[in-house]
């Protein structure tokens, strides 16, 4: 063990530090086995004042520290530098208060979102945020990633959801406003800054989230379309007519859904068939189960009959929504045989994703013949995700990352919708911000972590 090995032992017990040939893969490896590094200390701090204690330890020794969370970043923005530390905020994972009366939660950075959906939910309330990771994603990776989700169209991103926050600068001072207050103007609002920073400006250690009444009705469909047109259309229709209560509108197109269901073949029954041009799933959440029922069935019947949706199932029953949902958000197990895949998060105008799937496609499928492309994504954000595997191999990736973002720059789209720049995005980010706005960036980073030891190598160019 060396010297700064038994000085963070000192911290965290010697139980949580692990060192060199000691650390586990999964702290040197990322969840898509696409980013490696080789880090010199794991560290796994139990209170704010640790990892304060560590980070001033940090900055004496030179090391710089890679926050990490649940490890389902996408990016590789938990990918430390080879010799620097690794901060596993894994011990740190209890939610640590629900106010029912404000409807707030005071929650640690290692708890994951299931745990806050849980806890929130025994006490008759909920927490929004939702995302096909939720078992293991962390509420402090959320916040620093500012998560997306199947949610975002009805309740917004992570970021409007953090009420409060805490973090540790770089130079270990805390910074803490854990308020349980919506409105709060007393001077720059910080917590922003910290949201979406990707461990770049400090490690978030606690937080109060927002939460809303828990809905008592829950309405689930699957529908299938003859064109993009019919879907925005659909989109509308349902938005208008379920009066604020539609929360997702997931949209699949007919690669990734004849992709997927057919994957998960040996696991449950294809809930549509095949060869509808789109699919979406729809969520509907409410307060009044017999009218939110009829009301989401009814809107679909005419929908059906206004040519809008061409096949609908809606789920009679938890597991039948469950295996509707399974479709879009199993993507582990469905996506490991075009490994190594590449993939995207890229938002534009709803209105361009058409004319960005049909160019892009056949850039891809016109270099590489073998290639899989499925495209889906929370249509309603104007957020897509595009998947590139099988028959490109590793070292094409940089290729089809120039196609691909291209024509995201030709419909001034961003380069990340939600998993945010990390690691593998870093020199695409000027192709969405502008040189002022990436000197900006800059300044802000330079003025917090003068000596580039939180999270480097990632976001800025
Ligand atoms: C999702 O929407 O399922 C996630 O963002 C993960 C992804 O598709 O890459
Ligand atoms: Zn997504």
């Not at 962390?138 to 990633?145: D, E, P, V």
């Not at 104007?382 to 099988?390: M, S, T």
Request: glycine fraction near 10%; charged fraction near 20%.
């Amino acid at each position: 063990v060396s010297s700064i090995g038994q000085s963070l032992a000192a911290i965290v017990g010697a139980s949580n530090v692990f060192e060199g040939a000691g650390i586990e893969e999964r702290y040197r490896v990322d969840i898509m086995a696409k980013y490696v590094s080789t880090p010199g200390f794991v560290v796994r701090p139990g209170s704010t004042e640790e990892v304060a204690a560590v980070v001033k330890l940090a900055a004496q020794a030179n090391l710089s520290i890679t926050p990490l969370g649940g490890r389902t970043g996408v990016v590789g923005g938990g990918t430390a530098k080879d010799g620097a530390i690794v901060l596993s905020l894994e011990r740190m994972n209890k939610v640590l208060e629900v106010d029912a009366a404000s409807m707030t939660m005071t929650v640690e950075a290692g708890a994951t979102l299931q745990a806050t959906h849980e806890s929130a939910e025994a006490n008759g309330l909920f927490m929004p945020l939702d995302l096909g990771a939720r078992g293991s994603a962390t509420i402090g990776g959320n916040i620093a990633t500012n998560a997306g989700g199947n949610r975002v169209l009805r309740w917004g991103m992570m970021r409007d959801m953090v009420l409060g926050l805490e973090a540790v600068l770089a130079n270990g001072s805390v910074v803490s406003s854990l308020t349980k207050a919506l409105k709060d103007n007393a001077g720059y609002n910080w917590k922003h800054l910290f949201i979406g920073s990707e461990g770049t400006l400090g490690v978030i250690t606690r937080a109060v989230l927002r939460l809303r009444p828990l809905p008592v009705s829950s309405q689930t469909a699957l529908v299938a379309m003859s064109s993009f047109e019919t879907a925005t259309a659909l989109l509308r229709k349902m938005e208008a007519a379920l009066g604020g209560r539609l929360s997702s509108f997931e949209l699949m197109w007919s690669d990734f859904y004849d992709f997927s269901s057919e994957a998960q073949l040996a696991k449950r029954a294809r809930p549509l068939p095949c060869g509808h041009a789109l699919y979406a799933l729809m969520e509907s959440l409410g307060s009044e189960v017999a009218h939110d029922a009829d009301l989401f069935a009814q809107t679909l019947e005419q929908a059906m009959s206004e040519g809008l949706a061409s096949d609908v199932v809606i789920a009679q029953s938890d597991r039948e929504r469950d295996n509707l949902w399974a479709v879009r958000d199993d993507l582990t197990e469905v996506l490991r045989p075009l490994r190594p895949l590449i993939a995207y998060d890229v938002s534009m105008a709803l209105g361009d994703m058409p004319r960005f799937r049909e160019e892009t496609r056949a850039q891809i499928l016109e270099r590489f013949p073998q290639a899989t492309t499925l495209y889906y994504g929370h249509a309603g954000d104007g957020n897509l995700h595009l998947v590139v595997g099988a028959g490109t191999g590793k070292d094409q990736t940089t290729e089809v990352d120039r196609m691909v973002y291209r024509v995201v720059e030709k419909y001034r789209g961003s380069v990340s919708g939600e998993h945010g720049i990390g690691k593998g995005k870093r020199e695409y980010i000027g192709l969405t911000r502008s040189a002022q706005e990436l000197a900006l960036m800059q300044a802000i980073k330079t003025a917090l972590d003068p000596h580039n030891l939180m999270n480097p190598g990632k976001v800025l160019p």
